[in-house]
């Protein structure tokens, strides 16, 4: 059963603390999305991957947020320093995108919810 | 600039009844899709509508695209409390950078 798999699921930091995000996309995709979800904003795109190289990362704060793949089984999202605005849920998902076509569908992780305290 | 609206925001129905969810978006799309959030879960995708007249369902649910209005719709049919959640549509330009644009989503609680 291919799933999207994030850790960690949960995670408390206290302000000024750094927090990496990791995310396995499902074997075989090429693409790997990077959302944020809170209630005030809904679902934002952050960042995303084609074949391990960034195409858009325009919803990320770029003082503060890094997204990366350093290799086809391991997207990561980190935030340096963590700030209390920060807290919301990160979604990885993943898809495979077909030449003009773009991703078919697009599969999400579990999450991984973060509290900066 | 692709925006996506979705209404109503909130919908709280009784069970066995009948409902539509509508999903607006701003410029021509080449895909849209319908997805479903329980509470403190992720999402998961219901349907993918590929061009003008698509219809597909999947049990008490029913999604249809209009791509000259530009509006897509969510039907329930009958509805049971297993379908209270969030729904969400998106749509994909394929131009440009691909990125996916997601409704404001419809929280909907069905009552016993």
């Known amino acids: 059963d291919a799933r999207v798999t994030q850790t960690p699921r949960h995670k408390v930091t206290e302000m000024g603390q750094e927090v990496t995000m990791r995310c396995q996309p499902i074997?075989?995709?090429?693409?790997v999305f990077w959302y944020r979800q809170t209630m005030m904003q809904g679902l934002e795109l952050l960042a995303y991957f084609r074949n391990r190289a960034p195409l858009d990362d325009s919803g990320m704060p770029k003082d503060r947020f890094s997204a990366e793949m350093p290799d086809a089984t391991l997207a990561t999202l980190k935030i340096q320093p963590s700030e209390p605005r920060d807290s919301a849920v990160y979604f990885c998902?993943?898809?495979?995108?077909?030449?003009?076509?773009?991703?078919?569908?697009?599969?999400f992780g579990p999450g991984t919810r973060l509290t900066v305290l | 600039e692709l925006k996506v609206e979705q209404n109503p925001l909130f919908l709280s129905m009784q069970e066995g009844k009948n409902y539509t969810i509508y999903c607006n978006y701003s410029?021509?799309?080449?895909?849209l899709y319908w997805y479903r959030q329980d509470p403190g879960k992720s999402l998961e995708s219901l349907f993918v509508?590929?061009?003008?007249?698509a219809v597909k369902q999947e049990g008490r649910l029913m999604a249809s695209l209009d791509t000259k209005a530009r509006l897509s719709t969510l039907h329930i049919t009958a509805a049971v409390h297993d379908l209270s959640a969030t729904y969400f549509c998106?749509?994909?330009?394929?131009?440009?950078?691909?990125?996916?644009?997601f409704g404001t989503g419809t929280r909907l609680k069905v009552l016993a």
């Open positions: 998902a993943s898809g495979l995108t077909h030449l003009s076509q773009g991703v078919y569908e697009q599969f």
């Open positions: 074997l075989g995709h090429n693409t």
């Open positions: 998106a749509v994909i330009k394929l131009s440009g950078t691909y990125k996916y644009i």
């Open positions: 509508l590929l061009s003008n007249g």
């Open positions: 410029t021509t799309s080449d895909r």
